[in-house]
């Protein structure tokens, strides 16, 4: 009997799928590859998918996938996250530490145990200091044959000096259907969920997989629709009260991520492109709050968001930038 294949399933980046393949199964894959993009969009995904193919004992080319087979040990062990020739390393807090590459070049100077490859899968390489960085280099510009180095990146700067001795790929956001269909065949979303999800997400799958995940995370973004809704109803000493309450948590990003959505969506409400919105299941909250505003002040209320989320990425003084936001921010009459 033939059990399931174990195969460490990717969606969408098809093109990178394709390059990757073919890299696997010409056996000439570079010494090092990048995998840049926004955050949560499956650049690790993608990686230990590679990771996967690229010690397979026996690659085929497949319609999809990066060519592993998903049958013989080495792909077990990869799916499993237990190959003893893959390692992954992750930022400590915020950084990616000299000690952490120290230890990645020791180790690399060990034989692959299972197959051909030892590979060092690292993440968020853009949270490399100076030092980790330099670090990696010289294991960058004198490879060895048995290693292979995968970096994740976000849009932080990388030095040229890494990124001019790595394969670039440039992965970007999905499209909404391709990741409203993962969340229904990966993850058994209902269609409806899966849609709405894959609007909110903006094309990462990776933060769709968690809100799925999470209900807490579900609730969460209730609230923060609701606190919406009631602030356009408040005066400004409340509005003010909010700001400040805001300014101490911890999620002001986020609250304003939803809120630049949501006001987005009352100005595609109210030029009739109802179609276009992200919070499907907030459409009739939408529709009266679009019937209460004028187009005018939601256009300009959405630059000052834009404005806004931008200084606080600054470290401007979060207070007085969301003090002054709030009271920007249309009234429902
Ligand atoms: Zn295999």
């Known amino acids: 009997m033939i059990s399931q294949p174990a195969l460490i399933p990717v969606f969408g980046h098809a093109w990178a799928q394709r390059l990757l393949q073919s890299a696997v199964l010409s056996g000439r894959a570079s010494h090092a590859y990048l995998f840049a993009g926004p955050d949560q969009i499956g650049k690790t995904t993608l990686a230990r998918a590679f990771a996967q193919a690229l010690t397979c004992h026996s690659p085929r080319p497949a319609e999809n996938g990066l060519g592993a087979c998903g049958q013989c040990r080495s792909c077990r062990l990869a ?5 003893p020739d893959h390692r992954l390393i992750e930022p400590e807090g915020d950084q990616l530490k000299i000690e952490q590459m120290r230890d990645l070049i020791r180790e690399a100077t ?3 145990i299972e197959g ?44 040229p000096t890494i990124t001019s001795r790595c394969q670039v790929l440039n992965l970007r956001t999905l ?15 209902p269609p409806e969920q899966a849609e709405l ?4 997400s903006g094309g990462r799958l990776g933060w769709a997989v968690q809100m799925l995940a999470q209900p807490a995370n579900w609730q969460a973004r209730h609230d923060r ?12 000493v409340e509005r003010l009260t909010f700001a400040a309450g805001l300014a101490k948590s911890n999620n002001s990003e986020e ?33 009266t709050l679009a019937a209460a505003t004028l187009p005018g002040e939601v256009r300009r209320f959405i630059e000052a968001l834009i404005a806004a989320s931008q200084h606080l990425r600054q470290n401007v003084n979060t207070q007085l930038a969301l003090e002054a936001l709030l009271l920007k921010m249309p009234a429902a009459t």
């Open 116 to 159: 051909r490859y030892k590979i060092f899968i690292i993440r968020r390489f853009d949270f490399a200091n100076i030092h980790a960085a330099n670090a990696l280099l010289k294991t960058l510009e004198e490879p060895s044959d048995s290693t292979r180095i995968l970096l994740t990146s976000g849009q932080g700067a990388l030095l």
């Open 79 to 83: 799916a499993s996250g237990s190959h």
């Open 225 to 236: 629709l609701h606190a919406l809704l009631e602030l356009t109803r408040q005066r400004p």
């Open 110 to 112: 060990l034989s692959p």
């Open 255 to 287: 609250t304003l991520h939803d809120w630049l959505l949501w006001w987005r969506d009352v100005l595609l409400v109210q030029h009739a492109c109802d179609h276009l919105i992200v919070n499907l299941d907030q459409r009739q909250q939408l529709h």
């Open 175 to 189: 499209p909404l259907p391709t990741l409203a269909a993962a969340l229904h065949t990966g993850w058994q979303a």
């Open 197 to 200: 999800l894959a609007r909110l």
